[in-house]
């Protein structure tokens, strides 16, 4: 007989393996960071900037204020713990999951090479040369070789040649991520940055798949099969075997939960938390939100980012932060951070329906801690939003435009 998992009680083990509802420490450091990061098994990378670049904010969603720059000498430390590859998306992931995304290299190497069309097949003399010059001058980024290439004749002219083929090579495999500099990348040989052990380790496709539906649940707590085939971008017609295998071992038990109207598993380590207790701003890119699906399932909160959206279009905000509070996403704040003014912006504000009637005094202290995060001092609400009023009412006067 499947075991049945009321909803209410889905979210709850959906946030506690994600880490929400975990006592916090003061001053959150290496370790924390290490562990918060194996327990999402990856941070997604984006180069919007308006508030924070995404990669930051689970960290912060979950953990409090740390000191960013640790994060950046911990993931983009040239030998380090830490590698970029496209896993969700294009995303910082520990070096042990690399050798189970190889697979994904080879399946892109070969659709390349069976397109005629394809820019790599026009170009061996780019991607041969690319690969010397980082034999010959190590790691670099592709503003470096782009100046390079402009001071030579040939084929490769130009900074746009430069960058398909590092970037061609990069999902190949055959050049890896050794670190960033001011979120540029830069580009290395693989010898150059992973250990003989990285590099030596060989993985069967069924095996990588499984492992990493295996993480996906660890990090999913309770899930649906395209749950954990979306984790790490999976197709459904792979990710069904692994869960069979991992059903088959113990590691995930189907469940039933109502009004899901589809089979879920869950995890054997996952918590089943009597409450959860936070206040958080979610990334876009944040796991708990970025299948728009399972938010809709499993919280019932409709989230669509509105950065590619015209202005005039825009129903809630350039960049549309969802709010966490307890187990519930309640509304959702389109943050700015003016740092030429030193002022976080509130764009504007809205609440879900239903959302507490202490909503907005829950979220300025954690919008009071956010400033401070960001180095910033006074928050400005613009008055957008029917969340706007009720925050600017527990503001300051001086904290209100």
């Known amino acids: 007989m499947v075991t049945s998992v009321s909803p209410a009680l889905a979210r709850r083990i959906a946030l506690g393996a994600q880490g929400f509802g975990r006592p916090r420490t003061a001053a959150p450091a290496t370790r924390q960071l290490n ?21 930051y904010l689970p ?26 590859y496209w896993a969700h998306e294009a995303a910082v992931i520990p070096v042990d999951t690399w050798p189970l995304l190889r697979w994904r290299m080879e399946a892109h190497r070969e659709k390349n090479a069976a397109d005629t069309e394809h820019w790599s097949q026009a170009n061996a003399a780019m991607i041969d040369w690319l690969k010397a010059e980082l034999a010959e001058k190590g790691p670099l980024p592709a503003s470096a070789i782009e100046h390079d290439a402009n001071r030579r004749s040939g084929p490769w002219w130009g900074w746009s040649e430069v960058k398909t083929g590092l970037e061609v090579l990069f999902r190949w495999g055959d050049l890896v991520s050794a670190g960033r500099t001011r979120f540029e990348r830069t580009y290395a040989l693989p010898e150059q940055v992973l250990s003989d052990e990285v590099l030596g380790r060989v993985v069967s496709r069924a095996d990588a798949q499984t492992e990493l539906v295996a993480r996906s649940a660890r990090a999913l707590g309770i899930a649906t099969a395209s749950d954990l085939a979306d984790y790490f971008r999976l197709t459904g017609v792979d990710t069904a075997p692994a869960i069979a295998r991992l059903v088959d071992s113990g590691e995930l038990e189907p469940v039933a939960v109502p009004g899901w109207n589809r089979p879920a598993y869950l995890h054997r380590d996952a918590r089943a938390p009597r409450r959860i207790e936070t206040v958080a701003l979610l990334s ?16 019932g909160f409709h989230y669509r980012i509105e950065i590619y959206t015209p202005a005039p279009k825009r129903v809630f905000g350039y960049y549309s932060l969802p709010i966490l509070i307890d187990d519930a996403l309640v509304g ?30 829950r979220l300025v202290p954690l919008l009071r801690s956010t400033a401070v995060w960001q180095g910033l001092g006074d928050i400005e609400v613009a008055g957008r939003g029917d969340l706007s009023p009720a925050l600017a009412a527990e503001l300051p006067w001086h904290d209100r435009v």
């Not at 912060?60 to 911990?74: I, N, W």
């Not at 876009?284 to 919280?299: I, L, Q």
């Open 59 to 84: 960290l912060f969603a979950r953990l409090g204020a740390y000191d960013r720059g640790t994060l950046d000498r911990l993931v983009f430390a040239p030998r380090g713990g830490y590698i970029e």
């Open 332 to 361: 959702r704040i389109d943050l700015k951070s003016d740092r030429q003014a030193g002022v976080l912006r509130v764009q504007s504000a809205w609440a879900e329906p239903g959302a507490p009637a202490d909503t907005a005094q």
């Open 35 to 55: 562990l918060e990061i194996a327990r999402l098994g990856l941070l997604q990378l984006d180069s919007v900037n308006v508030f924070e670049r995404s990669h």
């Open 284 to 299: 876009p890119f944040d796991p708990v939100v970025w299948r728009r699906e399972r938010a809709e399932r499993m919280f």
